[in-house]
């Protein structure tokens, strides 16, 4: 056995989880899916499933929608189809063990049965494929937590070794990027005699919040993965959540800066509430509408707001420009929800007002329900 001695311990050996193991950390997590994973050693080109002109439009040659990550969702699950540069498609079962057992798709057999009865057309891909198949690997309830991640002891955790969400929205590289730019600047104060403990307690707590918070895009969430009405909106919701907090404190150098956190902490509560709020009522629409067929295609990349809001990330705020953007985001999603809301038909009222703040684009949300109208059927149902 070898003996080494350093100034600080970083766990970053994954599912192994040293650190956890060894003090006792583990945590059981609400979020209880499990996955299967393989690859072929060619492209599987998903454009080839559907000859219709609606499914076509606007995907060929470079743009072609083989080039992307490509979801297949219906109750409880998601199937993902990703090229890699290799060469080789990778392709995995995700779902909610309420509504699907590892054990009807832990191997490579047992996968090919189940796609046959929940997406045949992927099915038929994969049975003449076979013969490229590469490798195929299972997990069991994949969703990782932990007690603590960073402490005042100089030792911290990243990675799976401390939490993991879910693949869906790919989180994990995210959170690795957080844990490892709290770390780093613990490190850094430590070793330029700056306080680090007190911060490492708050880091830690800061982290966490940041976890529990996307957690709820998952928790419970799974059931209305195969909604057409429910879930385009649903990833809207999403994606401009992440991009108005944690993607953007992220991207502002702001992630480390405790002052900032005092200074916002009213609004992250009230972005914290607004999102519960929203996660429950996606739920409750879901159950109002899981029996209505879809009716089109949407592309949610095309609408104005998401394109505003990704374009946003890029921008270089300082002093009061920051936190003007912060509570301009604040006030675009609490509008924004009004607007679902209202659009959805449910007689909700929401525990909130809105904004006529000038910071907020009041026309950004005439355009968000405008691919909803009108929509041309196409034949590959469940297409988000």
């Keep these: 056995m070898t003996s080494v001695t350093s100034r600080w311990l970083v766990d970053a050996s994954g599912r192994r989880a040293f650190i956890k193991r060894q003090l006792g950390l583990q945590k059981s997590s609400p979020h209880q899916a499990s996955a299967a994973w393989f690859r072929f050693s060619k492209w599987i080109k998903i454009d080839q499933w559907c000859d219709d002109p609606a499914w076509q439009e606007g995907h060929a040659g470079k743009t072609a929608r083989w080039y992307s990550t490509n979801h297949l969702m219906g109750q409880g699950y998601w199937v993902w189809l990703i090229p890699l540069a290799s060469g080789s498609t990778s392709m995995g079962i995700v779902a909610a063990e309420e509504f699907h057992s590892l054990s009807d798709f832990n191997s490579f057999e047992k996968a090919l049965a189940w796609l046959e009865k929940h997406e045949p057309q992927c099915a038929q891909a994969v049975r003449e494929n076979s013969d490229q198949l590469q490798d195929f690997r299972a997990i069991k309830r994949y969703s990782v937590e932990c007690e603590r991640v960073f402490s005042g002891d100089r030792w911290g955790i990243t990675g799976e070794a401390g939490f993991f969400h879910d693949p869906f929205y790919s989180p994990g590289s995210d959170f690795i990027a957080f844990a490892n730019t709290f770390l780093t600047e613990l490190i850094r104060r430590d070793l330029t005699g700056h306080g680090f403990r007190l911060r490492a307690f708050s880091y830690d707590r800061i982290y966490k919040r940041f976890f529990y918070g ?6 419970d969430q799974y059931r209305m993965f195969g909604n057409p009405t429910v879930m385009p909106v649903k990833i809207l919701w999403d994606y401009l959540m992440y991009w108005s907090i944690t993607g953007f404190i992220f991207m502002q150098d702001r992630l480390c800066e405790q002052s900032m956190y005092v ?6 509560s009230r972005l914290g509430k607004v999102n519960h709020f929203m996660q429950d009522f996606f739920r409750q629409w ?16 095309e609408m104005p707001i998401i394109r505003e809001m990704n374009q946003r990330l890029q921008e270089d705020l300082q002093g009061r420009a920051f936190f003007q953007r912060f509570a301009a985001n604040l006030a675009q999603l609490e509008n924004l929800g009004c607007e679902i809301v209202a659009h959805s038909g449910l007689s909700l009222s929401v525990p909130w007002g809105r904004s006529q703040s000038m910071l907020v684009r009041q026309d950004a949300f005439a355009h968000v329900f405008d691919s909803w109208q009108e929509l041309e059927p196409v034949s590959l149902a469940e297409t988000v």
Excluded: C, F, W
């Design 263 to 268: 200074r916002n902490l009213s609004r992250l």
């Design 214 to 219: 996307t957690l709820q895009a998952y928790q």
């Design 286 to 301: 879901h159950e109002q509408t899981k029996d209505v067929p879809a009716t089109g295609a949407i592309n949610i990349s």
